[in-house]
């Protein structure tokens, strides 16, 4: 017989909040788990793993849809990966125009800093390019 574990224990094992296991049961990305006599609910293994999987998945920014998805996926082995392999691009390509910002971000910043006189506020860089978004350098370009 395979033990399971009530949810206290498998929000601990698998790194999910318990309010959020139940808010995956509720979307259809967790079963319904066995309940006990006293009506707790208890996961098994494979739940756990499933857990994991759409934990790790979302710390790697996956959305519930794109991850609703490769679970269908797991679920199903004997399937071609080219719908998986889609949506890790797709999310690659996410970072990769996310970065980009924050590169552009960043050395906006920076060039706001470096102007700034330290003086008063009247004459400080970082107020004047804030109040007029034609000195950004973005802007600009």
Do not use: W
């Not at 710390?59 to 490769?70: C, Q, Y």
């Not at 080219?82 to 960043?106: E, G, H, P, W």
């Not at 700034?116 to 390019?129: D, F, N, T, W």
């Amino acid at each position: 017989m395979t033990s399971s574990v009530p949810i206290g224990e498998a929000a601990r094992q698998s790194g999910v909040k318990v309010p959020t296991i139940r808010y995956y049961e509720q979307i259809g990305l967790l079963p319904t788990p066995v309940r006990s006599e006293g009506n707790r609910r208890h996961y098994e293994a494979r739940d756990l793993r499933r857990l994991a999987f759409i934990r790790h998945s979302r710390e790697l920014g996956f959305d519930i849809e794109a991850i609703r998805t490769l679970l269908t996926l797991q679920d199903n082995p004997s399937q071609p990966c080219a719908t998986a392999d889609t949506i890790a691009q797709a999310r690659l390509a996410d970072v990769v125009q996310r970065i980009r910002s924050l590169t552009a971000l960043k050395a906006e910043l920076e060039l706001m800093v470096e102007g700034c006189r330290h003086g008063k506020v009247c004459e400080c860089r970082v107020i004047e390019v804030l109040a007029d978004h034609s000195q950004c350098e973005h802007a600009r370009h």
